[in-house]
């Protein structure tokens, strides 16, 4: 049976903005640790405000999940896929939301501001503690981590429907038209 129905529209390009912005954000991360040249500081100034962004977006996106109505998985997809399906989603939420709030507390922690264009400043969410920062940072890394291979997963699952099953699931979000 063919799944029918799409995604509101604001969630498909939020979906599909916050996508790229993640996979990006992951990338930058990777390079900006891995770095002492002196795009380090490039890859820093993009990293913060961009982790801003994605904060704001899941918020935005979580509001609209809770008020716009969804499309029901096909009734093909097993019961355990589908409980499967729902755990990856809210688990993704819940990395979404909470990888930004680790790395603003992380540089809280550490006396570091941060700023977004020219002086607007962030108040800390944290006092400076070495303690608190020595928890952070590598909670931020394996969150990070945890965030990749969900979405890795999230991507092979979703380029399963669109190319395997063909059942609509991915066209729900896509909002492409099926033929």
Do not use: C, E
Not at 83 to 106: D, E, F, N, R
């Amino acid at each position: 049976m063919k799944h029918v129905g799409y995604f509101h529209p604001a969630l498909r390009v939020i979906h599909w903005l916050m996508a790229a912005a993640i996979v990006a954000m992951l990338f930058i991360g990777v390079a900006m640790v891995a770095t002492v040249s002196s795009l380090h500081s490039l890859l820093v100034t993009i990293h913060k405000p961009l982790g801003l962004m994605i904060l704001v977006l899941v918020v935005v996106r979580l509001w609209l999940r809770f008020t716009t109505v969804t499309p029901a998985l096909p009734s093909s997809i097993p019961a355990w896929q589908r409980g499967m399906a729902h755990l990856s989603h809210w688990a993704l939420y819940a990395m979404m939301l909470i990888q930004p709030l680790i790395g603003w507390a992380m540089l809280s922690a550490a006396g570091v501001p941060i700023a977004l264009g020219g002086k607007w400043l962030l108040p800390p969410i944290l006092p400076v503690n070495n303690d608190w920062y020595a928890i952070l940072r590598p909670l931020h890394t394996l969150v990070a981590l945890m965030l990749f291979i969900t979405v890795l997963l999230h991507l092979a699952a979703a380029l399963f429907h669109a190319l395997v099953l063909r059942d609509g699931v991915f066209a729900s979000m896509s909002g492409s038209r099926r033929r």
